[in-house]
């Protein structure tokens, strides 16, 4: 599996309208091949940006996702340059270990 940390530095008073965008997306992504989740994280430190984490099955399945017409659409319109505080950045992991709490 692949992992996808978009770091995101929101700038202050931008924070509800980055989080509401979210909320209310098209959820083109949701349908795309080898999707597996997407986590928005919200910092609970001053001056830490949002990380948006996707979950790709693997590297060809992000790829395309980035490739497609759906990708296009869903950055279509993007928030204006105010909204962000500095430059962002995207990181790719590889899972090598993953453990969860089982549902008992």
């Known amino acids: 599996m692949l992992i996808v940390a978009n770091r995101v530095p929101v700038a202050a008073g931008w924070e509800e309208t980055f989080e509401e965008r979210f909320r209310n997306r098209a959820g083109q992504i949701d349908k795309q091949p ?7 994280l919200r910092p609970q430190t001053d001056g830490a940006p949002y990380v948006v984490l996707t979950t790709w099955r693997d590297r060809a399945a992000f790829d395309a996702w980035v490739g497609s017409e759906d990708f296009k659409l869903a950055h279509s319109n993007p928030m204006p340059k105010e ?15 993953a453990s969860e709490q089982s549902a008992d």
């Open 34 to 40: 080898g999707f597996v989740r997407m986590q928005v």
């Open 83 to 97: 909204a962000f505080d500095g430059e962002g950045g995207m990181e790719m992991h590889e899972v090598i270990l």
